[in-house]
């Protein structure tokens, strides 16, 4: 039976992992997987999650299957996070929502989802976005088409061309967004920008589906998630799907929330039960513990200052890095202007160079990030930037 199955290649980043791994050089540095790390490249348990393990462990009395949706507080802390407090949606019983594992997993729901109102709908996603995006959805079964999002050559955003594209988006279509921090380029829209997208969604009648993984690791929690607001406030119908793995460092884990603001409550009453429907039918029940360790850190004034706190902590890092990194590279005589590093947001950046540059860098100076040129800029560190910026110079 199984010998009909072909030998699959490495997963790109995956593979890129299993290569630096085997790398014996000892000043190597990995820019692939999107991993927070410290100064010391480790990835730390985020201290207020710590406390809340430890709280957890003292209160859990039970082993039990949690509710089919998730752990509730959960749920009701992260969609505040997301939508704000008081949202009018949340208020007039318009949100449906399941704990998810992972934001993967809410993004496969989501699909899911959308093929069961109608198999036929076409998913528009950006050029370029997370690779991960097209298997997530179209494993599901849905069509996907891509509209113009970044230009290497400008290194910035193809924001005509975008708008263009989408006037052309038919009514009912699913368009992805990125909420903030573009995996892959860190190029976000601005407040402005986004206010054109919304007009574009009323004017053709697309459905914004917003993938939120970096909220917090942009400007701040509340700024990264102005796109989002802005849509939900403003369309009757929007598609969110949320992770926790970054910001809360809940990467192994696999917390995520699949979201769906509806038109009305008996609307919203009807998606509650197909996304449960959905979520039984792939993995039955869904897992508490990343679930509740987010509940008892957003629900406790203590901890959820000290989380924020964290959080801020590790986007002024990335951000201290990216001026850094162009700083070194004028240092060493890179004949290129790097600026729009700075102007990038969140843990990754498009360094905007060849395939052939990346290998290059990871062939001669031991340097791994994958061949988009997409890298991780909290692999950074103090340690290795005059090495990153010579290695990037010498390639260059």
Known sequence: MFEVLPQLPADPILGLSAAFKADPNPLKIDLGVGVY????????????????????????????????QGVQGYIDGLTELLLGKANPAVLENRVAAVQAPGGCGALRILSELIKRCNAETTVWVSDP?????IPLIGN???????YPYFDKDQASIRFDAMVESLENVKSGDVVLLHGCCHNP????????????????????????????AYLGFGD????????????????????????????????????????MVTQNSTTRNAIQTQIQSIARAIYSMPPSYG????????????????WISEVDMMRNRMQDLRALLVSKLKEYGAKRDFDFVNRQKGMFSYLCITPEQVRAMRDK?????VESSRVNIAGISLKNVDSLAKSLVSVL
Not at 365 to 369: D, E, G, P
């Open 365 to 369: 100076h031991s340097v791994y990030f």
């Open 291 to 306: 679930g509740a360790l987010v509940d008892i850190v957003l629900n406790n004034a203590e901890l959820r200052a000290e």
């Open 37 to 68: 790390k410290d100064e010391n490249g480790q990835t730390p348990i985020v201290t207020a999650i710590a406390k809340a393990q430890k709280i957890l462990l003292e209160t859990e009395t039970s082993k039990t299957y949690i509710p089919a």
């Open 140 to 146: 599901a079964g849905l069509k996907i088409e891509t």
């Open 220 to 259: 701040s929690l509340e700024d990264d998630a102005y796109g989002t607001r802005l849509l939900v406030n403003n369309l009757p119908e929007v598609i969110i799907a949320a992770s926790c793995s970054k910001n809360f460092g809940l990467y192994r884990e696999r917390v995520g929330l699949a979201l």
């Open 129 to 133: 976005t997370w690779a991960n995006h």
């Open 185 to 212: 380029t860190g190029a976000d829209l601005t407040k402005e920008q986004w206010q054109v997208v919304l007009k574009l969604a009323q004017k053709t009648g697309f459905i914004p589906f917003i993938d939120v």
